[in-house]
């Protein structure tokens, strides 16, 4: 791993970084790396069944009222104005 | 003034109903408490303006006969559980300005039986970390010594519990955030079966691992708080009903079955502190004075558990944490464009541990690295599923100790993050198993003078919570002998 993997990483995951904190997010990536890297040595030696079962769980499609209104949006939101939410332009 | 330390939930109780003293009494005490200690400590981030009032109402149900065994009883809540009208803020300066919106389901069962929500404790950002040290809001000190970590990520839970700022509290437990910090407190910190507690309402982590836990001065109170949060709920759609088991030692009032405890001896040992060893044997010497019998068993992926563990949980993370973009809530930084905006954001807000697990996790899920970390953990996982199978079926529970030692000191581990992951040596491989484990105070060392408390954890299998209440209970029995 290089800096170039940092950076990388860090813009798939859209955080902005210092120089500082590439360089000690590097040496600790390798750090870590190296240590959970130790899983590779477990071969599956037997077939192991898991016990529980995956499923979907599913509720009935009903109307229901929540407890929900406009402001509990705006209010949270970080830029409005004339009652409509703010956001930058995507196109 | 009450007797706060040695009050229980029962007691509580009893002097509700007799008289002794009222519900507004009680919470006026625990803010006395707060008053006089939370500066020092910083166990609490907010207390909440309401709790008289919550009182108040308390008191009302009393006084109208519909009083249930929680009413008035003041309870803490870890940071990342959302009570509406209230800030949350999970540790994190990305949600310093967050009020929760809705009332998190365990919030809910609180209010309904009518229990006092004090405030919220400090927790690490997110509740990714053992010692609170990285939470936004400053370290949790630990009551026991204030040169020392309260442990985390509930440190701040647990410590509240410790220097008496709530009866009991919640916390969440993702690889060990509810019993590591019990163990360094001196307090009883219960990890339920993964499915067991709903989870709405719970600001995520790890999702495969996450659950609600309870933490009190004692197993009776750790259990009265899981009855009430226990059970499926339809807003959480990996919740569980237990099932009914049987009780092994009363067994249909017969004769008494003596439990049979595992103990993993080739995990004991390495890296741990000498008196905490020894703490440790005497332990298991307790447990056979009362008849029960300890058989040395194998586990032999478990020493797996906590690199697979740093796997599978970054890669959770960098899913889950991916919400938190300034756009809708919490806090925003400006920036040229949309892109920016983001960056900026998540660049300000998280601090370096939650930086450290994004990039983690975007990393084992990438392709190219997927198959060598991500599915390779995956299939280690079932690997530790299928040790403790095996192991259960020769033993009821298992015995480990809580941690390696006692608290350590403020700054020790706070660059290292390897030797701060191998905090969960013990707790991490419940929470991969998704097995119900309760750390329980067994005794204390002296540390330059002062007094710091050790762990035991029990492990039972799935759903067998009420097999760490019975067998705890009666470890706190025999504790002191």
Known sequence: MNIKDVENLAKLARIELSEKEKNSLLADMENILGYVKQIELVTRTENIKPEYKLCNVWREDKFKSQDFSPELVKNQFPDSQDGFLKVKKIL | ?481
């Open chain 2, 1 to 481: 003034m009450l007797d706060l330390k040695n009050l229980t939930i029962e007691k509580a109780h009893q002097s509700f109903l007799n008289g002794e003293f009222t519900c507004q009494k009680l919470a006026g005490e625990y803010l006395r408490v707060i008053k006089e200690k939370n500066k020092e400590l910083n166990v609490y981030l907010e207390v909440f303006k309401d709790v008289m009032e919550q009182a108040k109402k308390a008191d009302k149900r009393f006084a109208d006969g519909s009083a249930v065994l929680m009413t008035g009883i003041p309870v803490a809540i870890k940071d990342n559980i959302l009570f509406k009208g209230h800030k949350v803020s999970a540790g994190s300066k990305i949600l310093e300005n967050y009020t929760a919106t809705y009332d998190s389901t365990v919030v809910k069962q609180l209010k309904e039986a009518g229990a006092v929500i004090i405030g919220r404790t400090n927790m690490d950002e997110f509740a990714m970390g053992v010692s609170t040290e990285n939470s936004a809001y400053g370290v949790t000190k630990n009551p026991h010594d204030p040169k020392r970590v309260s442990g985390g990520s509930s440190g701040g839970s647990t410590a509240c519990v410790a220097m008496n700022g709530a009866l009991v509290a919640l916390g969440s437990d993702t690889g060990g955030s509810c019993r590591q910090p019990a163990s360094f407190c001196g307090v009883v910190g219960l990890k339920p079966t993964y499915g067991s507690v709903s989870r709405n309402g719970l600001i995520a982590m790890g999702s495969s691992l996450d659950v609600i836990g309870a933490i009190g001065k004692n197993i009776s109170d750790v259990e009265v708080i899981f009855n009430l949060i226990k059970g499926r709920d339809e807003m959480d759609s990996t919740s569980v009903n237990l099932r009914e088991g049987q009780s092994f030692v009363k067994n249909e009032g017969q004769s008494f079955t003596a439990p049979i405890i595992g103990v993993p001896r080739h995990l004991i040992g390495e890296g741990m502190d000498h008196e905490a060893l020894l703490n440790f044997e005497e332990t298991v010497e307790k447990f056979k004075s009362i008849g029960y019998a300890i058989l040395n068993i194998e586990l032999p992926y478990v020493k797996y558990s906590v690199p697979s563990y740093y796997v599978i949980t970054p890669a959770e993370i960098s899913a889950n944490l991916a919400r938190f973009d300034g756009i809708r809530y919490g806090i925003h930084k400006d920036g040229e464009n949309l892109e920016d905006d983001y960056l900026r954001t998540k660049g300000y807000g998280f601090g370096p541990e939650v930086k450290r697990r994004i990039l983690l996790g975007t990393y084992v899920l990438s392709h190219g690295y997927y198959d060598a970390y991500y599915s390779k953990a995956t299939m280690v996982r079932e690997l530790i599923v299928n040790d403790y199978k095996k192991a259960f079926s020769k033993v009821h529970l298992v015995l480990t100790p809580t941690t390696t030692g006692p608290a350590f000191k403020i700054g020790e581990k706070i660059n290292d993050p390897v030797k701060a992951y191998l905090e969960d040596i013990f707790t991490g491989p419940a929470n991969m198993a998704g097995l119900p484990a309760i750390s329980i105070p067994s005794g204390f060392v002296q540390r330059e003078g002062e007094k710091l408390p050790l762990g035991i954890q029990l492990i039972a299998p799935h759903q067998r919570e009420d097999l760490l209440f019975e067998v705890g209970k009666e470890f706190e029995k025999i504790r002191e002998k």
